[in-house]
């Protein structure tokens, strides 16, 4: 099974301000080394989740030590009350009588 490199953040938002926070979090330029990124928010907005899916950790260590990762940053910030983070590798789950589709 193939494996995946995957950084998730977890950020608690200041009320109201989801719309603002999701402006400032679009990375710009694409980092290099992501294959894809997800977000996920709680139902009243002051809750997200971002899951992204890297090459390697390398790249991604990469990404969250440039610049431009450090603008990003400044810029959601004045939006986040509380910021958890970590880096995990892991697969995919095989679901007893799944199909995939």
Do not use: K
């Not at 950020?11 to 997800?38: C, I, K, S, V």
């Not at 810029?75 to 892991?90: I, K, Q, T």
């Amino acid at each position: 099974m193939q494996e995946h490199y995957v950084w998730v953040t977890t950020r608690r938002l200041q009320p109201g301000t989801l719309e603002d926070f999701e402006n400032a979090w679009r990375p710009e330029p694409a980092p290099q080394g992501l294959h894809r990124a997800y977000a996920y928010w709680s139902e009243d907005g002051q809750e997200i989740t971002g899951v992204s899916f890297w090459d390697s950790r390398e790249s991604c260590d990469a990404w969250r030590g440039s610049e431009s990762e450090a603008q990003r940053r400044s810029a959601m910030a004045p939006y986040v009350v509380e910021e958890r983070e970590g880096f995990y590798r892991g697969r995919e789950l095989s679901l007893p009588g799944a199909t995939r589709g």
